[in-house]
């Protein structure tokens, strides 16, 4: 036996061997690397992503009451999660529904507590960038007319009480993960969650002063499309990430949710095109983060083919949505996060009950790959989330209201502009 070979063959023992000992639950610093880097790309996504993306669209003189809400946001749930939010998701319970408050203050976990293949507290931090970026996509439904404290209470409460619940259902092993539910990286836990929460808000914060009557023009398509931009990075993280493991998922994950992003932004453009004679920007910009969202629940389970329909599907369903079901029944969904984030996360929720392929994911099969039951599964976890997140959001305001004597701001202040009249700032200094 030459050199070569006696080589060859220790080198696959030990190969074995380290493998045998990654699946024992020992770290794997390719996992550890990728997952750190998916957290930090997950977080830009809310204080700069959706700032940008939300501040853009806003009125000028709304724009950094707009990106203070979405970073005040951002920092009241990263102390919620570590506090309570993560124990009320991920800990360990009988229940169905919620965890327990074990880990309050992550209370017994330390350096050495491996999740998988990874520290327990990259775990946490990743999922409170998701935590984060979910309440923010609410703020959408509700810019130019809602209390800044109103916003705070409301963050705390319905980070508490709706997203950590819905989270324990899909991942936390509730009853979601029971009947089979695929829900990859959010569609029910962030976007219908957030979508139908954000529409509730806005129903009953009523419509801006104006609203229908004046054009309620954005300050920056420029600060919207760089948004856009910073989003469509971050989702990479947020969905390729999702595998927790730098692996052939995570691959398949990277690829798809590229591809449905290009091809939602394409088909709103185009639909756009058709429909208003004109290819906006703000248009080819919103498009991309429908397909997004679309991809969402699916990206670790479909194919190229599926991607490519459900992005496809999803700048249709998007750009409906926003430009004619609103104005159909009315309702006032400022930066529109139901008609994007909820609709399409509908869409890939359901669409990852028809497209998900076994080839990919092991176990996850869709309806085009001989497993009609999964459709069926998909729709009950969405009406469930749609009922549980309707009813709790309302239950939440309520208590908000009490807390801080309406949840809207005055009249004057409204006409004024909320960054003069709450801030006591100025977005941009033209003389």
Known sequence: MSIKTILLVLGLILSNTVCAFAKDGTIDTGDTAWVTM????????????LALFY???????????????TLVAY??????????????AFGESSSL??????????????????????PTIIFVLFQMTFACISVAIILGSVVDRMKFSSWIIFTILWITFVYAPVCNWAWGGGWMHKIGALDFAGGNVVHINAGVSGLVLALFLGKRKGYGKEAMIPSSVTFTALGAGFLWFGWFGFNAGSALAADGIAASAFLVT???????????????????????????????????????????FVSLTGALTIGCVSGVVGYLGVAVLKRKLGYDDSLDAFGIHGLCGIWGAMAT?????????????????????QVWIQFISIVGTIAFSSTAT???????????????????????GLDNALHGERAFEIE
């Not at 590229?258 to 453009?269: C, D, I, P, Q, S």
């Not at 906006?280 to 498009?287: E, H, P």
Request: proline share 3%; glycine share 14%; hydrophobic share 50%.
């Open 353 to 373: 009950g028809l497209f998900a392929n076994p080839s990919i994911t092991q176990g996850a099969a869709g309806l085009f790959y001989g497993n009609p039951k």
């Open 97 to 118: 529904f919620v965890g327990n408050l074990n880990h309050l203050f992550l209370n017994g976990i330390d350096v050495d507590s491996i999740t998988g293949t990874i």
């Open 258 to 300: 590229n591809t449905a992003a290009a091809m939602g932004g394409l088909a709103w453009l185009f639909v756009e095109w058709k429909h208003s004679k004109k290819p906006t920007l703000l248009g080819l910009a919103s498009g991309a983060i429908a397909g997004l969202v679309g991809i969402t629940p699916a990206a670790g």
């Open 75 to 88: 920092c009241l749930a990263s102390i919620v999660w570590v506090g309570w939010g993560y124990s009320l």
């Open 394 to 416: 309302f239950i939440v305001i309520l208590i908000t209201k009490f807390f801080t004597n309406g949840l809207r701001v005055d009249k004057n202040d409204e006409l004024e």
């Open 55 to 69: 501040g853009g669209m806003s009125r000028y003189k709304n724009l950094l009451n707009t990106i203070a809400m």
């Open 38 to 49: 998916s957290t930090a790309l997950v977080m830009m996504m809310t204080p700069a992503g």
